[in-house]
């Protein structure tokens, strides 16, 4: 039997899966894509950023409530299956909690790895995405998901490392998530001159650390038919995501082009790729 179409897209914590994919992980459940979401870490070390609910008891237990928020949101995205790599969140840079022996920022690169090539090689995946190099905004658990997907990409394919690990795989084609700087920027200004609250407010905000460059987009896939999808996904991160924050509060039209897209950088194919104009608009082109 041949194999099915399968992307496989692997995130750091619960809720990322929404914010930088769940467009595009709606848009290829419905077309009838399999699709596997990769979760590295249960997010133990997150903010709770609802007031009511910001209790002791709650940190506490917050991996088993993320645990939960996240099983609703792939539900809502349509997303087939969720995998955990088992690391412990790493909290953000800097923090005390980067040294837990646990935690994902202080896994031994090779057993991720293998984690990983595992979970490859059982769903075959023709697609892999992760984060850019700098994880998208300098987390460490997002650093790692891109380093691990990076090595895991040629070592899935490569029979003589982890043998154990299931019959090799070649993935046919290597992605980046991206947020592209200058539509960012816009979308904030707009919104700024609507009298709406931006993160551009904060002086400390540096646009360059959640952003790249424009013209390393390579791939844009129209979401704007799964953003009510998408905002209701996040919706289920209640305790993560603040209602009056950017992803719930920024206007569609505004929203078309940062929340209704989703950007991704190619960094390898293994498939020989159909002429094209412009951007790529389908993670699948060549595959088909
Ligand atoms: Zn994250």
Redesign the pocket.
Known sequence: MENPLTLMIV???P??EVIGSGGTFAHYAKEGVQTVLVTATL?EEGEIVVKEIDTPENHERLAEIRREELRRATDILGIARQEFLGYRDSGMDGRESNAHPECFHQADPDEATERLVKLIRAYRPQVLISYNAHG?YG?P??IACYKTTQEAFEAAADPARYPEAGPAWAVAKLYEMNRPRERSRQAWEAMRARGMKTPLDNPDYKIENYTAPDDVITTEIDVAEYMPLKRAALLEHRTQIATDGPFLSMPDDIGRTWFGTEYFTLLQSRVPLPPREGYESDLFAGLR
Request: glycine share 20%.
């Open positions: 995130h750091a914590h809720d990322d997010g998208g987390h658990d997002h």
